[in-house]
């Protein structure tokens, strides 16, 4: 496994310096970042391990900051007969799950991974680049993951903590191999079912990474609908979503069918949406060694919002996890008008901290309060009768 991370560790004083700041976005921005890239040789995924790291370690200082963020009156919802805070993090960000327990004191849900059954190193590095005027993040990861053995001790850890966030996570079987590739990639779907089934709350299945082509292979109705019959036999009770990557209006129709066979499956609906491929001239960084990147932040933002309001109004009782460059609390509030129960995040944590969480939080509650709904429920509730 490729691992550098140990070659930054942080004086005290840094480490200090970056926990405060990882609660007050401004300083984050300003301060923070720039002394952890200057400790990471400007290797912004160096810079990210660094930031994981140092929450899992400083777990318990965690949970007692995270009684500042306390502006949750009216934000729970109800998904699939639990109580969700429905702010939570997007897949990428934990893949391997390790820092769950300190995470959970702040996001209201976790989707840890993509977990695959195999460890893989993914693509090599350099693989990820930052636009800080932007607010964009590139990468070309190539699905490296520490394997499903390792998850699941991270999940069964999880679990005997007394940490409630419910933990939904993101899996692919990988249709890699030379022969029966399809066939292979759904016998790993059902291995990751099964073995994470007892322990998790839901599952999103992730065939749309950019940076795999191989995965083009799963991207058929048929495969869609049999993916989520697999999941309905082996996760009877548990919440089974897609993930989706951005689609152009051309491409809406054959989203949807993709939808449509998946909820016919037993899916219950959809995170939207992935990162989007760009080619390797539109990604800010000298001597990008890949063909393409994919691009997440704030140019993802009409796709969004686009394809959460178009899903909505396709399958008015789907449940939507919306993702893609959500940096403050209108643009939080204006997807869940659009049609999102849930929100979830990676790339403006990386650019702005832990402390951006609660500023669309509070956000969010302002402009309900605003327009006269009492919480996210009666504004999901009108939503529906709409
Ligand atoms: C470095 C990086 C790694 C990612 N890895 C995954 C992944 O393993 N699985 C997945 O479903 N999405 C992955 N994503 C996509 C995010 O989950 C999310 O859909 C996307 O970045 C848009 O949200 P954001 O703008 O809040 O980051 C990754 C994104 C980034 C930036």
Request: glycine share 10%; net charge positive.
């Amino acid at each position: 496994m490729q691992t550098n991370s140990s070659s930054a560790e942080l004086t005290i004083g840094e480490r200090v310096a970056m926990l405060r700041g990882m609660f007050n976005p401004g300083l984050f921005k300003s301060a923070v970042r720039p002394m952890l890239y200057r400790k990471s040789n400007d290797d912004p995924e160096l810079v990210h391990e660094l930031t994981m790291k140092l929450m899992a370690q400083n777990e318990s200082s965690l949970k007692m900051v995270s009684i500042f963020f306390g502006h949750r009156r009216g934000l729970r919802i109800n998904i699939n007969g639990k109580d969700v805070i429905p702010f939570g993090t997007a897949a990428g960000l934990d893949k391997n799950g390790d820092a769950m327990k300190s995470l959970s004191n702040f996001f209201g849900f976790l989707e840890p991974g993509t977990v695959v059954v195999n460890p893989r190193e993914g693509n090599k590095r350099p693989r990820v680049a930052f636009d800080p005027d932007g607010l964009d993040v590139y990468n070309a990861q190539g699905f490296p993951s520490k394997g499903l053995e390792y998850f699941k001790e991270r999940i069964i850890a999880y679990r005997r903590s007394n940490c409630k966030a419910p933990v939904y996570v993101s899996i692919c079987g990988l249709p890699i191999s030379e022969q029966n590739a399809v066939d292979v990639a759904m016998d790993e779907l059902t291995t990751l079912l099964k073995s994470l089934n007892q322990y998790v709350d839901g599952f999103v299945w992730n065939c749309f990474s950019p940076n795999t082509s191989a995965l083009k292979m799963l991207r058929t109705p048929e495969i869609f609908e049999q993916s989520a019959s697999l999941m309905k036999q082996h996760a009877p009770d548990k919440l089974r979503l897609v993930k989706l990557g951005p689609y152009e209006e051309a491409e809406k129709d054959a989203s949807m069918s993709l939808i449509r066979k998946f909820m016919d499956g037993g899916g219950h609906g959809v995170v939207t949406t992935n990162t989007k491929m760009v080619p390797k001239e539109q990604v800010p960084a000298q001597d990008w060694g890949y063909p393409s990147a994919g691009r997440s932040g704030k140019f993802l933002k009409p796709y969004r919002l686009r394809s959460v309001s178009e899903i909505r109004a396709a399958f008015p009782d789907s449940v939507i996890v919306a993702t893609g460059g959500i940096y403050d609390g209108d643009d939080a509030y204006e997807t869940f008008k659009a049609g999102a129960d849930m929100l979830e995040g990676y790339t403006p944590y990386g650019f702005y901290g832990i402390g951006l969480l609660r500023n669309i939080e509070k956000g969010v509650v302002a402009r309900l309060k605003q327009d006269g709904y009492r919480n996210l429920t009666e504004l999901r509730e009108k939503r529906r009768m709409a």
